[in-house]
């Protein structure tokens, strides 16, 4: 099975808007990093690859709960090298930086399909995963490059399929949460 991609375009696309609303208020855009990103050539600015992701309207009400109004910086991904999202990520990623990288697992798959994924997750094993184990593929892959060559630890907090919620077991969806640490430093989610 393929990746889906819910963005058909090449690349790496930011947000253009100054902030995002939920029922629990605005959440600010990081326009200072939109900016270093969008003027270094790693991603362009374009509302309607935003306006097709719905993972961000998921992500913020949990984000503005735990940390109020820090500002944000939503990267939707077309298609993308994983270096290229390594490397944007890798720009941004700091002490004060909290990345969030959102994807299903697989659909329609046996649980140990989802279980091998999560095994190659958690060694950081990025060409491991591939078409058919998550639906973001480049930022999972992108995401676990960083984290790997920073010497960042993983933890898994949570494995689980549609079907544990909903009871159906014939079509599920696979679903995984991890957290990555700095060796010595402190937990990244």
């Keep these: 099975m393929a990746p889906r991609l819910s963005c058909p375009f090449a690349g790496l696309a930011l947000a253009p808007h100054e902030a995002f609303a939920t029922p629990l208020g605005e959440v600010p855009v990081d326009?200072?990093?939109?900016?270093?990103?969008?003027?270094e050539g790693m991603a362009v600015i374009d509302a309607a690859s935003q306006a097709r992701a719905h993972a961000i309207e998921v992500e913020l009400p949990f984000l503005q709960m735990l940390f109020g109004d820090v500002p944000v910086m939503p990267i939707v991904l077309g298609r993308v090298p994983d270096a290229q999202l390594a490397e944007a990520l890798s720009a941004l990623w700091d002490e004060d930086t909290l990345p969030v990288i959102s994807s299903e697992l697989s659909h329609c798959q046996p649980c140990a399909?989802?279980?091998?994924?999560?095994?190659?997750?958690?060694?950081?094993d990025?060409?491991?995963?591939?078409?058919?184990?998550a639906c973001g593929l480049s930022a999972l892959r992108g995401g676990l490059i960083v984290?790997?060559?920073?010497?960042?630890?993983?933890?898994?907090?949570?494995?689980?399929?549609?079907?544990?919620?909903a009871g159906a077991r014939a079509s599920v969806v696979g679903y995984g949460a991890w957290g990555i640490e700095a060796i010595g430093g402190a937990s990244r989610t």
């Design 126 to 133: 990025a060409s491991a995963i591939g078409p058919g184990d």
């Design 147 to 165: 984290a790997r060559d920073r010497g960042h630890a993983i933890a898994r907090f949570h494995l689980r399929t549609s079907g544990d919620i």
């Design 113 to 124: 399909h989802d279980a091998r994924t999560a095994a190659a997750i958690e060694r950081f």
């Design 31 to 39: 326009r200072d990093a939109v900016a270093r990103l969008a003027g």
